[in-house]
């Protein structure tokens, strides 16, 4: 079913261990017609090939326009500063269309809404071809093939029927397969999926997680996971980056992030998760106010106002991410006791 | 305060609803009848939160909207306080009732219309109903926006553009409140929002609850969330009610093989609990309601199914008390068919 389709992406790395995508003190500013939007403010990430990266983060706090950086999908409005280096290959001041190029066969994107990703008056069948030739030099029919191919791979059901249906004919689950389809179409080495199955219901979750995990797998592609949902990090990353307002905030492997979390917006979110272990009606902890405004940021911690172990020290300096812990990372200068460890406290 | 009314009788009493639409045949599209909702009976209670769980396309939403007679159902009795809402011939007793019961939906921004202000939105019903003057108007909305934690002298004036998700969600709720409800139907209100504003909006949801002695049909796909608010909880499948059941018991002990489906398929914050399966029979697109199975409608995706699922339409017994049951194999014994409806008055009495 697959013949055609080589895990050939390891291969292409050359050494397994460096990492596929390395972000560096990222920066993003739009311009808008009162003050510059600081939407990401110095931000660093790695992904390396086989391993799934959740970037978590409540709405706005920068996980669509990082990942859209590295795309180079943003506005033109978009200022974008740092280091984004695919492979070894910087990409932060390529043209747009060696951007293309470059991106095209590397990286692959989910969005969050298939309705508006996908053309509704193309067949589905036309614009998997489509984007196939753009990236593959076959030709109409080659490329046919391999579509219904890519369609069977996502477990799309009756995949040649579809092939010649229009998008509003698919259910929302089966659009976020195409949708992957297309994403896998040039066999790229990194996957991007933003909240690419929030809008789904728990078993259509799940298979389309179950599948991206089996096609990363199977091609040793590096996957990030854009959410707001800790659940789905915690069951299906390798690694969690915390982001708020514009900044990582807290990294460290799946595990070691939820067994001892540091930073206190992390615990917040964590917190604040509906879980099937608590009894109803059962008030959710969670923390009041909204996140900052990214025109006028004040110079301390950018969580401050919300949070509940502030102190004096924390309007004044601005506390930077770093590795407390072996392989844990947090920006706080007054994180969480560990309570794992006896009497810790610095309270 | 809000109880359904002095028999006894629960707030809001659901009978034997059905909804079809005919959709004709276009550009390769199948035409047929779409049968979303068959067969459907529940009840809410007054001062509790009936949870609605299930897969995109269920009927969920159609549900709803039968409910609220927008548009009324195609068969059914919908008794609301008394009054069956679906025979209601007197305009009177539908207005009445219409004011009891409200709705919240799940597209924050598109439920409100961007050129009015938060207050004029808060406003409309009380206008529409003519209800007070203006000064009492105007204070009643200043008192429901209190209610749902929005400063009337910070949002009062703003447009739902100038508001997060969040936020717009409770002007939405604060709408619902004016005309003091006893019953409000959200369909999957909190969806949209990311988990700090869903967790604020749902704790608003419990505040309203015991404060006012408000009830929910609260429909939402997450299962989690839905346990969160509800004391009961009904999982409906392809247009059918599965299960119904206390939410603790239901979720730790589920009778019907879809239920346990639904749960297997939850991602948990806890990494050590095993990541989700979903079970292989699941895998794959529910069958179109164009041309629902016979028998037991879930059959073609049930581990368990038998040839009497394809045969026969499972009947809904009492499994235990106020937990009912649509199964011919359930995963836990129960008792010898006895007829029951869903939430009814089966093993209760
Ligand atoms: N006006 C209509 N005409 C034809 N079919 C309809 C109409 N409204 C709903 N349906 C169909 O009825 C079924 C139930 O839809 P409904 O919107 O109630 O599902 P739901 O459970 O609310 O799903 P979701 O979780 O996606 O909101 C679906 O198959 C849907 O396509
Ligand atoms: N084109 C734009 N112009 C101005 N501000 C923007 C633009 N796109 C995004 N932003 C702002 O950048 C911040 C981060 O947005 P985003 O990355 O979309 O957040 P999320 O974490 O929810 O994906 C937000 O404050 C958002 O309003
Ligand atoms: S640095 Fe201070 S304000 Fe910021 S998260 Fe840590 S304790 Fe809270
Ligand atoms: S009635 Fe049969 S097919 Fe339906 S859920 Fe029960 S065992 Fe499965
Ligand atoms: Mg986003
Ligand atoms: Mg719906």
Redesign the pocket.
């Known amino acids: 079913m697959t013949t055609q389709i080589q895990p050939d992406a390891a291969a292409r790395t050359g050494d397994p261990d460096a990492p596929l995508l390395t972000i560096e003190n990222l920066e993003v500013t ?1 311009r ?1 017609r009162d003050a510059p ?1 600081h ?1 990401v403010r110095g931000v660093d990430l790695t992904v390396y090939a086989g391993q799934t990266l959740a970037v978590i ?1 409540e ?8 990942s859209r950086a590295v795309m180079g999908l943003l ?1 033109r ?2 200022s974008v500063r740092g280091s984004i280096r695919l492979g070894d290959r910087q990409m932060v001041g390529l043209g747009e269309k060696e951007l293309r190029k470059c991106l095209g066969r590397e990286v692959g994107m989910i969005f969050q809404d298939p309705a508006r990703s996908l053309n509704p008056t193309m067949r589905i069948g036309s614009q998997l071809t489509e984007a196939i030739r753009v990236h593959l030099p076959l030709d109409r029919r080659q490329a046919r093939e391999r579509a219904v191919e890519l369609l069977a791979m996502v477990r799309l059901p009756a995949p040649a029927r579809r092939f010649h249906e229009y998008p509003h004919q698919l259910s929302g689950g089966m659009r976020q397969r195409v949708m992957i389809a297309i994403a896998l179409a040039c066999q790229p080495r990194l996957l991007i999926a933003d909240e690419a199955t929030t809008a789904l219901d728990v078993t259509t979750q799940a298979q389309i997680m179950d599948l991206l995990l089996d096609l990363q797998q199977r091609f040793a592609m590096g996957l990030v996971l ?1 959410s707001h949902d800790m659940g789905l990090a915690a069951s299906y990353a390798d690694q969690v980056a915390v ?1 708020y307002a ?1 900044r990582v905030v807290e990294r460290a492997p799946t595990r070691e992030m939820i067994a001892h979390v540091r930073m206190p917006y992390t615990r917040a979110l964590l917190d604040a998760t509906p879980r099937l272990e608590r009894p109803p009606h059962a008030p959710l902890p969670v923390i009041s106010g909204r996140p900052p405004d ?1 025109r006028a940021l004040d110079p301390g911690c950018a969580f401050a106002p919300r949070c509940s172990r502030v102190r004096e020290r924390c309007r004044q300096e601005r506390p930077e991410l770093a590795e407390h812990q072996p392989r844990h990372e947090w920006a706080c200068f007054f994180p969480c006791a560990d309570d794992t460890i006896p009497g810790e406290d610095e309270r | 305060m809000t109880t359904g009314n002095g028999t006894g009788r629960p707030l809001l009493e659901v009978r034997n609803l059905v909804q079809e639409f005919v959709v004709r045949a276009h550009g390769g599209v199948r035409g047929g009848v779409v049968h979303a909702v068959s067969d459907v009976s529940f009840e809410v209670r007054a001062g509790e939160t009936l949870g609605v769980v299930g897969e995109t396309g269920s009927g969920k939403s159609t549900m709803v909207r039968s409910v609220l007679q927008a548009p009324p159902p195609k068969s059914g009795e919908v008794w609301f306080q008394g009054v069956d809402l679906a025979t209601a011939r007197r305009r009177r007793d539908l207005v009445a009732a219409r004011r009891q019961m409200q709705a919240v939906f799940q597209d924050p921004y598109g439920s409100l219309d961007p050129k009015w202000t938060v207050f004029s939105i808060v406003e409309e019903p009380l206008a529409a109903y003519r209800t007070g003057d203006r000064r009492q108007r105007r204070a009643r909305v200043e008192e429901v926006l209190d209610l749902v934690g929005l400063d009337p002298s910070v949002f009062g004036d703003r447009k739902p553009g100038q508001l997060s998700g969040g936020q717009c969600q409770r002007v939405a709720i604060a709408r619902a409140l004016t005309l003091a409800p006893a019953l409000i139907v959200c369909d999957e209100a909190v969806s949209s929002l990311d988990v700090l504003s869903q967790a604020q909006v749902l704790n608003l949801f419990e505040r309203l609850r015991t404060e006012l002695g408000l009830s929910y049909l609260f429909i939402a796909h997450d299962l989690a969330l839905v346990k969160q608010v509800s004391d009961r909880v009904a999982v409906m499948y392809l247009g059918t009610l599965c299960e119904v059941g206390p939410a603790e018991e239901l979720y730790r002990n589920p009778l019907h093989p879809y239920t346990k489906a639904l749960l297997d398929s939850i991602p948990s914050p806890d990494p050590e609990r095993p990541r989700p399966r979903v079970p292989d029979e699941l895998a794959g697109e529910p069958p179109s309601p164009l041309d629902p199975p016979s028998g037991c409608r879930f059959r073609t995706r049930c581990p368990r199914a038998a040839d009497i699922c394809a045969a026969e339409a499972p009947p809904v017994r009492a499994a235990r008390p106020d937990h009912t049951v649509a199964c011919h194999f359930p995963l836990s014994p129960v008792a010898p068919v006895s007829p029951a409806r869903h939430g009814g008055d089966g093993a209760a009495d």
């Open positions: 739009f808008t939007v939407a983060g709405s706005g706090s920068g996980k669509t326009v990082t506005p409005t978009a854009i982001m514009g990214l």
